[in-house]
């Protein structure tokens, strides 16, 4: 793999300042105050909000507290989902902090998954880190690695330890000189206005002439309607980490160092704003 070190150390350190409030249905024994927080986006919502909770339970009557669940603008946010891709698909063109709503109760069975403990999140993200080096290495490279080595990566996640995390992760990064890329990208792409969950197929990094497969050609395969027409504008933007990489950015360069931490890149498209 590639060196930028930089690259990675930002993407890791990516943080959205984030309001909390409680909804105003709950039943409170006095008022609530908002919680603010400042959220790294390669975790997920419910690895880092144990303050929230505990700063809203304190008002609340023990009767009226069941399972917590987070909402934005009315809709409910999935907790599998890591919460830089929530915000940049929900929220990325709002003014900061995002304004997170809290629920105790009413829980959104056909919008959410339960999560009753730290051990699911960690289930799903095993999965995650499993089936992207099934698409990279055939699966060699996670298998080779002991059970330490996979407790590693979680401890490092749910820690917020980079220097933990990447000493096991950039064995998931490698390749072999001959290869020179990735067998597949792992990747999903997210579109804001669509009801699918997201589109995800077999990609390859490099092109059968030998080049290298760009941003661009994975969206033109993949997702067409995210490019602009050759005489039209560009209705969308192409997110990751909240930035627009450039469509000539190689996918092979942007796996590597744009992943989250569960080794898939995951690509938000938004309507650009038109104001």
Same mark, same amino acid.
């Given at each position: 793999?590639t060196d930028?070190?930089?690259? %990675?150390?930002?993407?890791w350190?990516g @943080?959205?300042p984030?309001?909390?409030?409680? =909804?105003?249905?709950e039943i409170?024994?006095?008022?609530?105050e908002?919680?603010? %927080?400042? %959220?790294?986006?390669i975790s =997920?919502?419910?690895?880092?909000?144990?303050?929230?909770?505990?700063?809203?339970?304190?008002?609340m009557r023990?009767?009226?507290?069941?399972?917590?669940?987070?909402?934005?603008?009315?809709?409910?946010?999935?907790?599998h989902?890591?919460i830089?891709?929530?915000f940049?698909?929900?929220?990325?063109n709002t003014? $900061?902090p995002?304004s997170?709503?809290?629920?105790?109760?009413n829980?959104?069975?056909?919008?959410?998954?339960?999560?009753?403990s730290?051990?699911?999140?960690?289930a799903?993200?095993?999965?995650?880190?499993k089936?992207?080096?099934?698409?990279?290495?055939?699966?060699?490279?996670?298998?080779?690695?002991q059970?330490?080595d996979?407790?590693?990566?979680?401890?490092?996640l749910q820690?917020?330890k980079f220097e933990?995390?990447?000493?096991i992760n950039r064995?998931?990064?490698?390749?072999s000189?001959?290869e020179?890329?990735?067998?597949y990208i792992?990747f999903r792409i997210?579109?804001?206005t669509?009801? @699918?969950?997201?589109i995800?197929k077999?990609f390859?990094?490099?092109?059968?002439?030998?080049?290298?497969?760009t941003?661009?050609? $994975?969206?033109?395969d993949?997702?067409p309607?995210?490019?602009?027409?050759?005489?039209?504008e560009?209705k969308?933007q192409?997110?990751?980490?909240?930035?627009?990489?450039?469509l000539?950015?190689?996918?092979?360069?942007l796996?590597?160092?744009?992943?989250?931490p569960?080794?898939?890149?995951?690509?938000?498209?938004?309507?650009?704003p038109?104001?």
């Amino acid at each position: 793999m590639t060196d930028d070190k930089d690259v %990675l150390r930002d993407v890791w350190f990516g @943080r959205i300042p984030t309001c909390f409030t409680l =909804y105003q249905d709950e039943i409170t024994e006095r008022e609530a105050e908002p919680y603010y %927080l400042l %959220l790294p986006r390669i975790s =997920y919502l419910t690895l880092v909000t144990d303050k929230v909770k505990k700063h809203f339970q304190k008002v609340m009557r023990q009767e009226e507290v069941s399972e917590i669940w987070f909402e934005y603008e009315g809709t409910p946010l999935k907790w599998h989902y890591p919460i830089g891709l929530l915000f940049d698909l929900h929220a990325s063109n709002t003014a $900061l902090p995002w304004s997170i709503t809290v629920h105790f109760k009413n829980f959104p069975e056909k919008d959410l998954l339960h999560c009753h403990s730290k051990d699911v999140i960690e289930a799903h993200f095993m999965a995650c880190i499993k089936e992207a080096d099934a698409l990279k290495h055939k699966s060699q490279v996670i298998n080779e690695m002991q059970k330490k080595d996979h407790k590693q990566l979680w401890m490092g996640l749910q820690n917020d330890k980079f220097e933990q995390f990447w000493a096991i992760n950039r064995k998931l990064m490698e390749y072999s000189p001959e290869e020179s890329g990735f067998r597949y990208i792992p990747f999903r792409i997210y579109q804001a206005t669509t009801e @699918r969950p997201f589109i995800q197929k077999l990609f390859r990094p490099i092109a059968s002439g030998g080049q290298l497969h760009t941003l661009g050609d $994975l969206l033109k395969d993949v997702c067409p309607s995210a490019i602009a027409p050759e005489d039209g504008e560009q209705k969308t933007q192409v997110m990751i980490h909240g930035i627009e990489p450039m469509l000539e950015t190689p996918v092979q360069w942007l796996s590597e160092h744009m992943s989250y931490p569960d080794n898939f890149l995951h690509i938000s498209i938004i309507p650009r704003p038109t104001d």
